[in-house]
């Protein structure tokens, strides 16, 4: 039996800049954006410290499609990936390597609405949950919209594409 291992990542913070979407020369959709978590401490004399890390997000295919048209600089996500480093040969003939986040989940966690100049266009699908797929037309709110504190669109790698037409009540999200 072989030994276990886990490449799990899972980040909450604030896009540093709007997503850029790209894609490969067979046409598969790359989105990548930059995301700022901060960590706070207060030190043995009572200082108060923070350190901001900044983090490179990839998407792909559906998801980076859904990742460009919903987010923007400054929007709080909740993203859930692998870390994955790759490295290249820069125009320059220098060695280059980056290590980033794929991401297979994305939850919007921050409360600006669509008319706050986050438009999606016709087609784009914000999945709910794991499961459920709903369609978002120009005119239509993003799903799951809270009506109290915060606006809950999960977006992870959608399997299939069913149109839902419920409200979702923030009280019954789990988190």
Same mark, same amino acid.
Request: with cysteine; aromatic share 4%.
């Given at each position: %039996?072989?030994?276990?291992?886990?490449?799990? @990542?899972?980040?909450i913070?604030?896009? /540093?800049? $709007?997503?850029?979407?790209?894609?490969t020369?067979?046409?598969?959709?790359?989105c990548?954006?930059?995301?700022?978590?901060?960590?706070g401490w207060t030190t043995?004399? !009572?200082?108060?410290?923070?350190? /901001?890390?900044?983090?490179?997000?990839?998407?792909w295919n559906?998801l980076?499609?859904l990742?460009n048209?919903l987010?923007?600089?400054g929007?709080? #996500?909740y #993203?859930?990936?692998?870390?994955?480093?790759r490295?290249?040969?820069?125009q320059?003939g220098?060695?280059?390597?980056?290590t980033?986040?794929?991401?297979? $989940? %994305?939850?919007i966690? $921050?409360s600006?609405r669509i008319?706050?100049?986050?438009q999606p266009t016709?087609? #784009?699908a !914000?999945?709910?949950?794991?499961?459920v *797929?709903?369609?978002?037309s120009?005119?239509?709110?993003?799903?799951? @919209?809270? /009506?109290?504190?915060a606006? *809950?669109?999960?977006?992870s790698?959608?399997?299939d594409?069913?149109? *839902?037409?419920e409200?979702i009540n923030p009280d019954?999200i789990?988190?």
């Amino acid at each position: %039996m072989s030994a276990r291992s886990l490449n799990k @990542v899972i980040l909450i913070g604030n896009l /540093t800049r $709007d997503p850029e979407l790209r894609y490969t020369p067979n046409g598969t959709a790359v989105c990548t954006f930059g995301l700022a978590t901060n960590r706070g401490w207060t030190t043995e004399s !009572g200082e108060k410290k923070e350190e /901001t890390e900044f983090h490179r997000v990839v998407s792909w295919n559906k998801l980076a499609e859904l990742c460009n048209q919903l987010l923007a600089k400054g929007r709080k #996500v909740y #993203v859930e990936g692998r870390l994955q480093t790759r490295s290249w040969q820069g125009q320059d003939g220098q060695q280059r390597t980056t290590t980033e986040i794929v991401i297979e $989940d %994305m939850i919007i966690l $921050d409360s600006k609405r669509i008319d706050a100049g986050i438009q999606p266009t016709e087609g #784009v699908a !914000g999945v709910l949950n794991r499961s459920v *797929v709903t369609n978002v037309s120009p005119t239509q709110d993003v799903p799951a @919209v809270a /009506t109290t504190s915060a606006e *809950v669109v999960h977006v992870s790698k959608p399997d299939d594409t069913k149109t *839902v037409t419920e409200n979702i009540n923030p009280d019954d999200i789990p988190f």
